[in-house]
């Protein structure tokens, strides 16, 4: 069982940025990808970005490449969200995913573990 905890959510002014952080438990923190998400009310959770668990591959969705970057530290049991130039757009529930995947997904779905989630508010 892997359970996950974000942080760094906040409210920021737009083009400002923010780090989310996400902390794993358990000792096989390498041997999973993992994701964030997003989340607005009223629609379904959408993927941002994910890492592999070596860390060497990404993925990120289009309406956040060049803005957003994801990183681990596999010693820490950390994976980051670097969040810059930010949109009211980007204002969201972001959550933390974890999952024993071959290769890295946008779906929900293929993950097993997530995390509470942590609020972003982007003021225009």
């Known amino acids: 069982q892997v359970q996950l905890v974000e942080s760094g959510g906040g409210l920021v002014q737009a083009g400002g940025s923010l780090r989310l952080s996400c902390t794993a438990s358990g000792r096989t923190f390498v041997r999973y990808a993992m994701g964030w998400f997003r989340q607005v009310p009223g629609k379904e959770r959408e993927f941002v970005v994910a890492?592999?668990?070596?860390?060497?591959?990404?993925k990120i969705a289009d309406s956040v490449k060049g803005r957003f970057t994801i990183s681990r530290d596999n010693a820490k049991n950390t994976v980051y969200l670097q969040m810059n130039s930010l949109k009211s757009e980007d204002t969201a529930v972001y959550f933390c995913?974890?999952?024993?995947?071959?290769?890295?997904?946008?779906?929900?779905?293929?993950?097993?573990?997530w995390g509470q989630g942590t609020q972003v508010t982007v003021s225009s």
């Open positions: 890492i592999t668990g070596s860390g060497s591959s990404t």
């Open positions: 995913a974890g999952g024993r995947l071959l290769d890295l997904r946008v779906s929900q779905y293929a993950y097993d573990y």
